[in-house]
């Protein structure tokens, strides 16, 4: 539209316009589907959800963070904002999970600034990482993408302020179905 060159032009402008028409939460839902990759090998770090390096023990101490989430329930299709309260860290493993689920499931997108996507089981978008040691504080917000379940969920993440002071298991409240 504003582009008119004429190779990358066709390219920018189909999105665009399909976003103008289309409810922006249909084409988040598309978003995670196409990512939806049916093969592919299980990270180990995505179920037990620890650091790779060896012989490093994770805190015994409470953990400073708590995860919030702006919604106590959940409805596929609409995302879900995720928070990690407390001192800033500069690892982390994010995920979400049904009650005695040992799989992550839904989907991240959007990574913010210095985080990633992890591929879990073939899926490139079920957790989300570091993609640096760079400090994230309580202003870095995560979106999750509920799946089409009812199960309860809840978010679950080790949060590491250096590399060798983590914590494991630290959990949101439960979301029920809404
Ligand atoms: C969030 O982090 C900022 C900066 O570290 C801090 O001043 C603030 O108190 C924190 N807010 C909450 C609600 O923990």
């Given at each position: 539209m504003l582009n008119s060159s004429s190779h990358g032009s066709r390219v920018l402008y189909f999105p665009f316009s399909r976003?103008?028409?289309?409810?922006?939460l249909f084409i988040l839902q598309v978003l995670c589907l196409v990512n939806a990759y049916p093969n592919g090998a299980p990270t180990?770090?995505?179920?037990?959800?620890?650091?790779r390096h060896m012989g490093i023990l994770p805190q015994?101490?409470?953990a400073p963070y708590t995860l919030l989430s702006n919604m106590r329930t959940y409805r596929p299709g609409?995302?879900?904002?995720?928070?990690i309260m407390g001192p800033a860290y500069r690892g982390v493993l994010l995920e979400a999970?049904?009650?005695?689920g040992l799989y992550a499931l839904g989907c991240w997108m959007f990574p913010p600034p210095d985080t990633k996507l992890l591929q879990c089981a073939g899926h490139p978008n079920r957790a989300v990482t570091h993609a640096n040691t760079?400090?994230?504080?309580n202003s870095t917000a995560y979106l999750w993408m509920p799946p089409d379940i009812t199960s309860p969920v809840y978010f679950i993440a080790t949060v590491a302020q250096q590399r060798t002071?983590?914590?494991?298991?630290?959990r949101s409240t439960i979301l029920t179905r809404g």
């Open positions: 976003m103008e028409m289309l409810p922006g180990g770090a995505c179920e037990d959800m620890l650091p015994s101490s409470p609409t995302p879900i904002t995720v928070t999970r049904t009650l005695g760079n400090l994230k504080g002071v983590f914590w494991v298991d630290v």
